[in-house]
């Protein structure tokens, strides 16, 4: 992992800490008003005893991210950088005397693996803010039930142009590297400077579908939504195939834009 990556994740989960200090250290858990209600300890003193007994428990972040050492961001090239910032915070006081617990899943970058690893540390009550997942096919689940769990979730994945609807599905996301929307608005920007109106896409995409959709294409696919779907050429291939008709591609490219 680069430097620049390891310096976005320490920040951005320094702001994010702080966040939490302010947001939910206020709020008590439902348990435990029940528990209040029920051991009859909803006067004033007791009430703010457990108050202050659950203001003082452990941050529990929970870093959702695969093991594949393959991948720029597996769980042991992230993980350094993650306890590195959280022994940050500590030294700094920020939080006072509250400790910060780590703990890492792997979510095999599978729609199927993720949401489990989330399922578990939520329904085991060992989760306050999640990071992660960073593939997008995990991300988009996780993120969708942390909504209605009422937990913060940060990841620098999620650039694909559908996390954008926040407010509807993703409300608690924050995503630490922006959004390919952006870049298709840049694309588009170039098109109108040089009146360029001939547009052709040439990207690297799985042939084989169960693989999901290659970067490139949920990029381009920004792209095009930034076009309003106007028209234009596109070929995909996959770079992954030992034989890849390169020429073939080019010159049919050739055809359809400038």
């Known amino acids: 992992m680069n430097a620049l990556f390891k310096l976005q994740v320490a920040l951005c989960f320094v702001i994010l800490i702080v966040n939490i200090e302010g947001e939910r250290i206020r709020r008590v858990s439902n348990d435990t008003r029940k528990l209040v ?7 004033g003193q007791s009430k703010r005893e457990a108050d202050l007994d659950h203001n003082k428990r452990p941050i529990n972040l929970v870093v959702l991210a695969p093991e594949n050492d393959s991948l720029p961001y597996a769980l042991h090239k992230i993980l350094p950088s993650i306890q590195y910032a959280v022994k940050s915070v500590q030294d700094q006081g920020i939080l006072g005397d509250r400790a910060i617990k780590v703990y890492a899943r792997d979510t095999k970058c599978s729609s199927t693996y ?3 690893a989330a399922f578990n540390m939520y329904y085991n009550k060992l989760v306050d803010v999640f990071l992660g997942p960073l593939c997008p096919y995990a ?3 996780v993120a969708r039930y942390t909504a209605v769990w009422q937990i913060p979730i940060l990841s620098a994945g999620g ?23 952006q ?5 588009q920007e170039v098109l109108l400077n040089f009146s360029w109106r001939i547009v052709a ?6 042939q084989d579908r169960s693989r999901g959709k290659s970067n490139c294409a949920f990029t381009l696919g920004a792209v095009s939504h930034a076009l309003n779907k106007k028209d234009y050429h596109e070929r995909d291939f996959d770079e992954t195939l030992s034989e890849v008709p390169y020429h073939n591609l ?3 490219v050739s055809k359809h834009a400038r």
């Open 183 to 187: 870049i298709g608005h840049i694309f």
């Open 159 to 181: 650039q694909i142009d559908s996390f954008d609807y926040k407010a509807k599905y993703y409300s608690l996301l924050t995503r630490m590297n922006g959004s390919y929307s």
């Open 250 to 252: 080019l010159q049919d």
């Open 37 to 43: 209600e029920l051991f009859g300890l909803a006067n």
């Open 114 to 116: 993720g949401p489990l």
């Open 139 to 141: 991300l988009a689940p």
């Open 201 to 206: 896409f040439l990207y690297h995409n799985f």
